[in-house]
């Protein structure tokens, strides 16, 4: 849609007026009389007058650039107000063109009749919003954008009256009467006065060259529908305004139904719709409306003689084979015979337009098997696209030119095969290269004919379309593409690119003149009533009448007994299998860990998936039963380097990112870590453990490569947190997710989003594939991790331990059960009460131990701690520098060696 936004400038800020400068005047003159005072000379007070000159001087200087400044700005505001009103001109220009070419469709279409010229409020809009210090200029551009004058005025009343005598009043009648009558379907019937009806002789609506119409004193002209049930239109004149009329004084104005061009007056005016505005009514001479009745006569007249001449009804197998090179095709009959169309002779490309129940469908149907059956299918190649469910082609899809049938029920096959066919192009240009030959002609390659049920359709849902046709358009002639492009509505509908290498154009009946036009260049299908009835153009032809032939069965049998070609190769490869196994994979040839298949439509090929480790981290992200942990199981097993895998669960999780981060500062030998369920970790840890997991793992894809080690993730979803994870993984795998945004959040494209993807199907983005459609192989299982790291504390190893618990006599229970002699350091000092014997736990809460700091630190120095059912705050507030302890699967039970801060899971033994 055409933008009709006026921006108008705003008023320039007036410049501050300078004030007059105080300080700057007293200062001088207070430090003249202070240095008077000290030295006592008269000079000193000379310097008392520079102030006030100074100061004098700087207030004229102020306002001389402030004046200067004004006028910059006010002429500034003159050119941005000139530029804005020469743009105002043209939006009206451009807009009135508009409503002129709208006018015209409307009037062939009995929507409306164009009444003449007057003012119109305007679809410009000014920005910004009126303000109350806009300048005057910006006032009366927003008054002129808001009305457009000169523009064709419509009315949609169901009658116009037009009130007058005269021979204005009988131009306006001839010229409202014209375009009624020109607007009306064939087989209409026109309601006239008796000397007027007589002169209305000719075929459809009946019209004679010498009609006079408006020549009586009082008229009425009115056009039913085919049939005569329904009134279409009525012009209505009369040489005075009735009193009775609607708009007359007493009586109100129009009610919507009535539109009143008032010349009674001393100006034209139109009374429609409780509105009243000036008008330049229409007006047609009697020459003219005369010529224009008798061009409309000969019109119908020539339409229904060759209307009269076709039958209803031809069958496609009574009809001759034609013969000869290109792609002849037998399509229908015309008053001279059999209608024979050749995209290579009249083409290259065809345009086929009708509305709803004109036949269209039935059309290409038989285009495509009228050429299937002179052309064999090393010869013939027939790409069927149908964007209205699959039914027009659906009964073709067994012949065995037809190498592929498209719908709009699989959007993801449509898109890969719009990719696919630019390929095709830059297949069939090396072809011909290689073979030395500058067109198809002489080679082994089939002609490729794409028909297309419903473009508009097309290009809505797949974006990309338009421009794949306008290149298929382009490049097609030599390269043997032809394109058959059928949609409901031609006029604005294809673009110039594809138009203008269309040389075989087909007209079915089409709502509007406008829309036979733009097909054939005549408006004649508009009129056309019967099924199957069509107009045909071709450049070496008058655009002519014919009956499109219908295929039944038996030209079915005829096109299929061809013999399939061996040479005949698809324009694109069948989707990806939706089970892969690894075994049957080849080597990567460069190192890489093969995954899978990739599907590359735009090459027209499939390549090996393979992941390459040291070229950086890969993450893979897909709901529940996408496939993703199967595929951590695939890079597992073609890794080549050892792997660290996380166990199932939280503990097992942490042991490995640990155990990632020593590998860190290890020897450098290269690793691959892998973590599934990477946002399921992290929701189920507490805000510190998923903190300092957080830390971590940036830390590992921060420094991996760089001490040898890889990673490769999984999960559900994208949580907060994990985007800064994400951007450090240079592959990713999108599989299937649960809803766009989600598919967005992982990395996808906009526009790649599938929700029934098959397990272990995905789009990598990044790391060269640029988005490709992947299905991933099935692996071995991961090797079954080691369970949590526990260090043992061998109860008869130690002969001191300091115990804290959030529990005390539930653990003192158990370290007696373990066979430890406990004391609770409750209430005394734990440094007296070191165990003797067989005394060697001190057992207490974390508050019993806060009110012994500087005793436990000391004890710590020399014996391990014991930390069980605490929290990690609690187990801060008792150690300094204590590092996060890892988590547990149960009750945490912590262990930190003498001197160490840094906890480990631990397990007691007697």
């Known amino acids: 849609m055409t933008d009709r936004t006026l921006t108008l400038p705003a008023r320039p ?267 330049l009514p229409v007006a047609a001479g009697r020459v003219q409306a005369a010529a224009e009745l008798e061009a409309l006569a000969a019109a119908r007249g020539r339409e229904a003689d060759a209307e009269a001449a076709l039958p209803d009804r031809v069958e496609l197998a009574g009809l001759p084979l034609p013969h000869g090179d290109g792609l002849p095709a037998v399509v229908g009959v015309a008053a001279d015979g059999p209608v024979v169309l050749d995209l290579v002779a009249d083409g290259p490309h065809a345009v086929v337009g009708g509305t709803t129940g004109s036949g269209k469908s039935e059309l290409l149907a038989t285009w495509m098997l009228a050429m299937a059956a002179v052309r064999p299918a090393r010869e013939l190649a027939l790409l069927l696209v149908d964007f209205k469910g699959g039914a027009t082609f659906g009964a073709l899809a067994a012949l065995p030119h037809v190498v592929g049938l498209l719908t709009d029920l699989d959007e993801a096959g449509s898109r890969r095969a719009l990719a696919s066919l630019t390929a095709e192009l830059r297949h069939r240009e090396r072809v011909l290269a290689e073979a030395g030959l500058p067109s198809i002609e002489g080679s082994a390659l089939p002609r490729l004919v794409v028909a297309v049920d419903e473009y508009a359709a097309l290009a809505d849902q797949l974006p990309d379309a338009p421009r794949v046709f306008a290149d298929l358009a382009a490049r097609g002639r030599s390269l043997g593409v032809h394109l058959v492009l059928c949609t409901q509505r031609p006029a604005g509908a294809l673009p110039d690119a594809l138009l203008a290498n269309a040389g075989l154009r087909v007209s079915l009946r089409v709502l509007t003149e406008t829309d036979s036009l733009a097909v054939v260049g005549l408006p004649d299908a508009a009129r056309l009533s019967i099924r199957g009835r069509a107009v045909v153009a071709t450049p070496s032809a008058a655009p002519r009448a014919m009956q499109v032939a219908l295929a ?253 618990s959030s529990d005390p006599e539930r653990f003192g229970d158990v370290l007696r059960a373990a066979g430890a002699a406990v004391v609770d350091v409750h209430g005394a000092d734990p440094r007296s009460l070191e165990p003797a014997g067989g005394a060697r736990a001190l057992l207490g809460s974390p508050d019993a131990w806060q009110g012994w700091w500087g005793a436990l630190a000391e004890l710590r120095r020399r014996s391990p701690m014991l930390v069980d059912g605490c929290t990690p705050a609690e187990l801060r507030g008792l150690v300094r520098g204590v590092s996060v302890p890892p988590p547990c699967a149960g009750r945490p039970l912590w262990v930190l060696p003498p001197g160490s801060a840094r906890p480990e899971r631990a397990e007691l033994v007697p």
Do not use: Y
């Open 13 to 279: 800020p007036d410049p501050a007026r300078p004030g007059f400068p105080l300080l700057a005047t007293l200062a001088p003159v207070a430090g003249s009389l202070a240095l008077w005072a000290i030295t006592g000379s008269v000079f000193a007070l000379a310097f008392a007058a520079l102030g006030p000159l100074v100061a004098v001087a700087s207030v004229l200087d102020a306002r001389r650039t402030m004046r200067r400044g004004h006028r910059d700005a006010e002429r500034r505001l003159d050119a941005q107000l000139a530029f804005a009103g020469e743009r105002l001109v043209r939006m009206h220009a451009e807009e009135r063109a508009e409503l002129a070419a709208r006018a015209a469709s409307r009037a062939t279409g009995v929507a409306g009749l164009v009444v003449g010229e007057g003012r119109v409020r305007s679809a410009v809009r000014t920005s910004p919003e009126p303000q109350w210090d806009d300048p005057p200029g910006c006032t009366d551009l927003r008054a002129r954008a808001g009305v457009l004058d000169d523009a064709p005025v419509v009315v949609a009343a169901d009658e116009v009256l037009v009130a007058g005598g005269g021979a204005a009043a009988a131009a306006v009648v001839r010229a409202l009467a014209v375009q009624l009558l020109r607007a009306a379907p064939t087989g209409s019937v026109a309601e006239a006065p008796p000397a007027i009806a007589a002169a209305l002789s000719a075929s459809g609506v009946r019209v004679g060259a010498d009609a006079r119409l408006g020549d009586e004193v009082d008229g009425r002209l009115t056009v039913r529908a085919p049939g005569g049930a329904r009134a279409l239109r009525t012009v209505r004149w009369s040489p005075a305004l009735p009193p009775d009329a609607p708009g007359t004084p007493g009586h109100g104005a129009p009610d919507g139904r009535v539109a009143v061009v008032d010349l009674t007056g001393p100006s034209p005016r139109l009374l429609d719709a409780g509105a009243v505005s000036d008008l």
């Open 552 to 804: 039944g069965g038996p030209d079915r049998e005829r096109a299929a007994a061809w013999p399939t070609a061996a040479n005949t190769r698809p324009p694109w490869l069948p989707p990806l299998p939706a089970v892969v196994i690894r075994a049957d994979l080849p080597p990567a040839l460069d190192g890489g860990i093969p995954l899978g298949l990739a599907d590359l439509p735009a090459e027209q090929r499939r390549a090996l998936f393979a992941w390459h480790p040291d070229h950086g981290h890969l993450l893979v992200v897909g709901a529940p039963g996408c496939g993703r942990s199967t595929a951590l199981d695939t890079v597992v097993a073609g890794a080549d380097r050892a792997a660290i895998v996380a166990a199932p669960g939280l503990p097992g999780f942490w042991d490995a990112v640990q155990t990632g981060v020593d590998a860190l500062d290890g020897d450098g030998a290269p690793r691959l870590l892998v973590l599934d369920d990477v946002d399921a970790r992290l929701a189920a840890a507490d805000d510190e453990i998923a903190r300092e997991l957080l830390g971590r793992l940036h830390r590992l894809l921060r420094e991996g490569p760089g001490a040898g080690l890889q990673v490769a993730l999984s999960a559900g979803r994208i949580i907060a947190g994990m985007p800064a994870l994400a951007a450090l993984c240079r592959t990713t795998l999108v599989m299937r997710t649960v809803s766009p945004q989600e598919h967005l959040l992982a990395g996808g494209g906009a526009g790649d989003w599938e929700p029934d993807l098959p397990p272990g199907a995905g789009r990598v983005t990044g790391g060269g594939w640029s988005g490709a459609r992947v299905q991933i192989a099935l692996g071995a299982p991961r090797p079954l991790a080691p369970g949590p790291r526990l260090r043992t504390v061998r109860l008869g190893d130690q002969p001191l331990l300091v115990a804290v």
